[in-house]
């Protein structure tokens, strides 16, 4: 099915099953513990063995020598893989560094070596006798010493709008200001891990992975082998982010592993390694300068962008909201890459807009601020209906004005006060802060295969993958509702390289894009009921296991009866992507306490406002949500990879150094869905909203902290020694 046309009325506005709050269909296996993750997929093939990866010790050089003798001779070891003896290896598209260091070593805890032995700990306790010897060569690891030292070594990506330079200087009100986000992890609860197992020249991998298409090739493009001998499969996700998009050393090194020992092989990625061995969210510096006038129209804005990676890296686009979010006539958007030798940056839940917006609606706040309008009135008045830098393109939907009128009005802004520092409550400084939300709504084509049985039963297959967001939920009301069938007669089948390829989880293009996908499989279904019915299929009605045509009313089971009718088709999108802008929008309100005393900050309440086209499942999108807001609360306040600039590595590489928000730190949460659909954007009318909810989030963290005490820190993460020297008297 070709989508190049805005969706009329179709099955879905039904909205019988679509867009109620049904609970998740997984929730039950997740809670009791049955839901089978990979690592612990003991029931699929026979006589595991056990892998353990040992990290590069350096961060950039060459290995000089390997000696395994110990390690071979250790209890239990049955075979050791390294650049020795692991063949001839590619490098997938989306991998910046080798999975498999050696001898030249790209980055801190490379995989250079996996132990294979009979148990967990035997392979752990051999990986200790692998002897390495290094020659440390001399590296780049501080963004700001590399931005600082030179522009040869960074890549610039300019956009610019009219004439940015002349227009700032000339404006009546011009703040420039520069502010920093530091490296981000994943962090997710579920880490990186595969089962690998061989049969013959055939490959077969139970994995965690968001991608199953795109992961499937890169796996038999790094091993040069065909792709359709490799069979991928990843039912269930514990938390992605962004961090299992693509193939990473557990999912290789478990097949290299089970190729040499002859027997299969598990591999899960230490907890130390998921920072420095996988990808991560990177640090950036951004200057950010906005020109308006007197009365607070926005005449320049201007907002670059540094941020490091590995050389084939890319850099992190922190401004592209900048350029679709405010008016402004003249305009200038940039990203530089510094090239560092640190582990590998990549996606990270709303790449680009989470840290962008972190900068930029601080300055808003300060511009507004230094105007003296009220920060949503000034939001308010530089909005635009039409893609500022193309005005011949207008939004899809855009209705940032009414989530930011419905949360000011629900949060009650109108207490607030504009003069920092005046709320108290007891010992605590109180104050109120928002921010804008904003992620570009992307589409990706999508394939499912649907099938009715004689029982009546529709089952759904595809590779889509649930990474806790919901999946199997939204996928079953999807097919519930075209079908017209109740939710317990649809049986939903994901995360298999064997199913037709999904668009995968990740973009927050997921919910939008795989549920158009059944529904193109399901249409092509309706119409095989029918024919085999003999009914008419334009005007065929699927409603309670029926389906009815010119007078005639049918049970789907009955048509079913002699053999399942199956169908399969994959949804492809045109243009209108580019022709309308397609975004998401909300806003963000956060109350936060600052002791007065200490500097300690308490998050105390938070509110969403959200506008993401039709919401397909109300619980499971304002789970997703709140989520997101919980992250963003904790890059505000407390997250950080700390940067060895000296070795080169993260230093904090586990949940007790990289600190993540804890229920205690999270207050009540509110969200709420403007009610809205979308044509422009698939036959769903739908769109993504699990990463809108991070958008902005820091920002309303930090401008409510400023709200209280009058500082305003533009360094995250919002720790209370950048506060406690400048804290206003406690009297």
């Given at each position: 099915?070709?989508?190049?046309?805005p969706?009329?009325?179709?099955p879905?506005?039904?909205?019988?099953v679509?867009g109620?709050?049904?609970?998740?269909?997984?929730g039950?296996?997740k809670?009791?513990g049955?839901?089978?993750?990979?690592?612990?997929?003991?029931?699929?093939?026979?006589?595991?063995a056990?892998?353990?990866?040992?990290?590069?010790?350096?961060?950039k050089g060459?290995?000089?020598?390997i000696?395994?003798?110990?390690?071979?001779?250790?209890?239990?070891?049955?075979?050791?893989?390294?650049?020795?003896?692991a063949g001839?290896?590619?490098?997938?598209?989306f991998?910046?560094?080798?999975?498999?260091g050696?001898p030249v070593i790209?980055?801190?805890?490379?995989?250079v070596?996996l132990?294979?032995?009979?148990?967990?700990?035997q392979?752990?306790?051999?990986?200790?006798?692998?002897?390495v010897?290094?020659?440390r060569?001399?590296?780049?690891?501080g963004?700001?010493d590399a931005?600082?030292?030179?522009?040869?070594?960074?890549?610039?990506?300019?956009?610019?709008?009219?004439?940015f330079?002349?227009?700032?200087?000339k404006?009546?009100?011009?703040?420039?200001?520069?502010?920093?986000?530091?490296?981000?992890?994943?962090a997710?609860?579920?880490?990186?891990?595969t089962?690998?197992?061989?049969?013959g020249d055939?490959?077969?991998?139970?994995?965690?992975n968001?991608?199953?298409?795109?992961?499937?090739?890169e796996?038999?493009?790094?091993?040069?082998?065909?792709?359709?001998?490799?069979?991928?499969?990843?039912?269930?996700?514990?938390?992605?982010?962004?961090?299992?998009?693509?193939l990473?050393?557990?999912t290789?090194?478990?097949?290299?592993?089970?190729?040499i020992a002859?027997?299969?092989?598990?591999?899960a990625?230490?907890r130390?390694?998921?920072?420095?061995?996988?990808t991560?969210?990177?640090?950036?510096?951004?200057?950010?300068?906005?020109?308006?006038?007197?009365?607070?129209?926005?005449?320049?804005?201007?907002?670059?962008?540094?941020?490091?990676?590995?050389?084939?890296?890319?850099?992190?686009?922190?401004?592209?909201?900048?350029?679709?979010?405010?008016?402004?006539?003249?305009r200038?958007?940039?990203?530089r890459?510094a090239l560092?030798?640190l582990?590998?940056g990549?996606?990270?839940?709303?790449?680009g807009?989470?840290?962008?917006?972190?900068a930029l609606?601080?300055?808003v706040?300060?511009?507004?601020?230094?105007?003296?309008i009220?920060?949503?009135?000034f939001?308010?008045?530089?909005?635009?209906?039409?893609?500022?830098?193309n005005?011949?393109?207008?939004?899809?939907?855009?209705?940032?004005?009414?989530?930011?009128?419905?949360?000011?009005e629900?949060?009650?802004w109108?207490?607030?006060?504009?003069?920092p520092?005046?709320?108290?409550?007891?010992r605590?400084?109180?104050?109120?802060g928002?921010?804008?939300?904003?992620?570009?709504?992307?589409?990706?084509k999508?394939?499912a295969?649907?099938?009715l049985?004689?029982?009546?039963?529709?089952t759904?297959?595809?590779d889509?993958?649930?990474i806790?967001t919901?999946?199997?939920?939204?996928?079953a009301?999807?097919?519930?509702?075209m079908?017209?069938?109740?939710?317990?007669?649809?049986?939903?089948?994901?995360?298999?390289?064997?199913?037709?390829?999904s668009s995968?989880s990740?973009?927050?293009?997921?919910?939008?894009?795989?549920?158009?996908?059944?529904?193109?499989?399901?249409?092509?279904?309706?119409?095989a009921?029918?024919?085999?019915?003999?009914?008419?299929?334009?005007?065929?009605?699927?409603a309670d296991?029926?389906?009815?045509?010119?007078g005639?009313?049918?049970?789907?089971?009955?048509?079913?009866?002699?053999?399942?009718i199956?169908?399969e088709?994959?949804?492809e999108?045109?243009?209108?992507d580019?022709?309308?802008?397609?975004?998401?929008?909300?806003?963000?309100f956060?109350?936060?306490?600052?002791?007065?005393?200490?500097?300690e900050?308490?998050v105390?309440?938070?509110?969403?406002?959200c506008?993401?086209?039709r919401?397909?499942?109300?619980?499971?999108?304002?789970?997703?949500?709140i989520?997101?807001?919980t992250?963003?609360?904790?890059?505000?306040?407390?997250?950080?990879?700390?940067?060895?600039?000296?070795?080169?590595?993260?230093?904090?590489?586990?949940?007790?150094g990289?600190?993540?928000?804890?229920?205690?730190?999270?207050?009540?949460?509110?969200?709420?869905f403007?009610?809205?659909?979308d044509p422009?954007?698939?036959?769903?009318?739908?769109?993504?909203?699990?990463?809108?909810?991070?958008?902005?989030?820091?920002?309303?963290?930090?401008?409510?902290?400023?709200n209280?005490?009058?500082?305003?820190?533009r360094?995250?993460?919002?720790?209370?020694?950048?506060?406690?020297?400048?804290?206003?008297?406690?009297?």
């Open positions: 099915m070709k989508f190049d046309t969706a009329t009325t179709n879905i506005d039904q909205l019988k679509i109620q709050p049904v609970d998740r269909i997984d039950p296996l809670t009791t049955t839901a089978p993750y990979a690592y612990e997929r003991h029931d699929v093939v026979p006589n595991q056990y892998g353990y990866i040992v990290g590069s010790a350096i961060a060459r290995i000089v020598s000696d395994l003798s110990r390690a071979k001779a250790a209890p239990g070891v049955i075979a050791i893989v390294t650049h020795e003896n001839k290896l590619g490098k997938g598209n991998n910046t560094a080798r999975l498999l050696g790209d980055h801190y805890h490379q995989a070596a132990v294979v032995a009979q148990t967990f700990e392979a752990r306790a051999a990986a200790q006798l692998v002897q010897k290094y020659a060569a001399e590296g780049s690891f963004l700001a931005k600082a030292a030179t522009d040869k070594k960074t890549i610039n990506r300019d956009n610019t709008v009219g004439d330079a002349s227009a700032f200087t404006a009546e009100v011009r703040p420039d200001q520069t502010y920093t986000t530091p490296d981000h992890s994943h997710m609860m579920e880490p990186q891990a089962i690998a197992a061989w049969d055939r490959l077969t991998v139970w994995t965690s968001q991608m199953i298409d795109w992961t499937t090739g796996l038999a493009k790094t091993l040069d082998m065909p792709k359709d001998k490799v069979h991928l499969m990843s039912p269930y996700i514990g938390g992605g982010f962004g961090g299992k998009l693509f990473r050393a557990d290789l090194l478990a097949a290299l592993g089970a190729r002859r027997r299969p092989v598990k591999v990625l230490q130390p390694l998921i920072a420095n061995n996988t991560h969210r990177p640090a950036t510096i951004q200057r950010i300068r906005i020109g308006a006038t007197a009365q607070g129209k926005i005449t320049a804005i201007g907002h670059e962008s540094w941020s490091g990676n590995l050389v084939d890296g890319k850099p992190e686009n922190a401004v592209q909201q900048t350029r679709l979010l405010y008016a402004g006539e003249h200038l958007t940039g990203t890459l560092l030798d582990p590998e990549n996606a990270m839940r709303a790449p807009e989470a840290p962008g917006l972190m609606e601080i300055a706040d300060e511009i507004s601020q230094q105007l003296g009220d920060p949503i009135e939001r308010v008045l530089n909005d635009t209906q039409v893609d500022p830098g005005p011949s393109r207008p939004f899809s939907q855009r209705r940032l004005i009414e989530c930011l009128r419905t949360g000011a629900r949060f009650g109108n207490k607030r006060s504009a003069r520092g005046l709320v108290r409550d007891g605590w400084l109180v104050g109120m928002v921010a804008a939300a904003f992620r570009n709504n992307q589409v990706m999508s394939a295969r649907v099938a049985d004689a029982r009546g039963v529709v759904v297959e595809t889509m993958t649930d806790g919901g999946s199997y939920t939204i996928i009301q999807t097919a519930a509702e079908m017209g069938v109740p939710l317990e007669r649809v049986v939903v089948r994901l995360g298999d390289s064997h199913f037709p390829a995968g990740g973009g927050q293009w997921g919910a939008n894009c795989s549920t158009a996908g059944v529904y193109a499989a399901c249409t092509k279904l309706r119409e009921v029918a024919q085999r019915a003999g009914l008419d299929s334009a005007g065929a009605v699927f296991g029926m389906v009815r045509a010119g005639r009313s049918v049970p789907l089971a009955g048509i079913a009866a002699g053999e399942s199956v169908a088709d994959v949804l999108f045109g243009n209108l580019k022709q309308y802008q397609q975004s998401t929008f909300g806003a963000h956060v109350e936060v306490g600052v002791d007065a005393f200490t500097a900050i308490r105390r309440r938070m509110l969403a406002v506008a993401a086209g919401i397909l499942n109300p619980k499971s999108a304002r789970s997703q949500v989520g997101a807001m992250m963003g609360v904790g890059a505000a306040l407390m997250e950080e990879l700390a940067v060895d600039e000296r070795l080169g590595f993260f230093v904090n590489h586990d949940l007790a990289y600190e993540v928000p804890v229920h205690a730190d999270i207050p009540h949460q509110e969200v709420i403007l009610d809205e659909t422009i954007s698939s036959p769903m009318k739908a769109k993504g909203v699990g990463e809108l909810g991070i958008c902005g989030v820091g920002a309303a963290v930090a401008n409510a902290i400023h209280a005490t009058g500082i305003r820190v360094d995250y993460p919002i720790t209370l020694d950048k506060l406690i020297s400048r804290m206003p008297d406690a009297a």
